[in-house]
């Protein structure tokens, strides 16, 4: 069982930058792969970034390609989103997500069996 929290979000203006945080309960964190998706008013639930349990492999949606780095320290149970270069389109709840596997892309939920409650970013023009 994995327990995730995010933190990190907020309002912040075009061009700006912000850092997500979710952070895992659990001695397993580090035998999961963890993703990012994203979810915006009256749309459906979008994958953004993964990364495999090492952290030596990451995928990113290509909408975040160049401008979001995801990350993860095992040792303190944590995943990263570093998200730079924002624009009002990625104003939506983020949701960190962990998978047994580690999947390039984006799959059905029930790849993804813990999830957390999700933290609003609000990117202003």
């Known amino acids: 069982q994995v327990q995730l929290v995010e933190s990190g979000g907020g309002l912040v203006q075009a061009g700006g930058s912000l850092k997500l945080s979710c952070a895992a309960s659990?001695?397993?964190?580090?035998?999961?792969?963890m993703n990012w998706f994203r979810q915006a008013p009256g749309k459906e639930r979008k994958f953004v970034a993964a990364i495999n349990s090492s952290g030596g492999n990451t995928y990113y949606a290509d909408s975040v390609k160049g401008r979001f780095t995801i990350s993860r320290d095992n040792a303190k149970n944590t995943v990263y989103l570093q998200m730079n270069s924002l624009k009002p389109e990625d104003t939506a709840v983020y949701y960190c997500?962990?998978?047994?596997?580690?999947?390039?892309?984006?799959?059905?939920?029930?790849?993804?069996?813990?999830w957390g409650q999700g933290t609003q970013v609000t990117v202003s023009s």
């Open positions: 997500a962990a998978s047994a596997q580690y999947y390039s892309g984006s799959y059905a939920y029930s790849h993804y069996p813990y």
């Open positions: 659990g001695r397993t964190f580090s035998s999961y792969a």
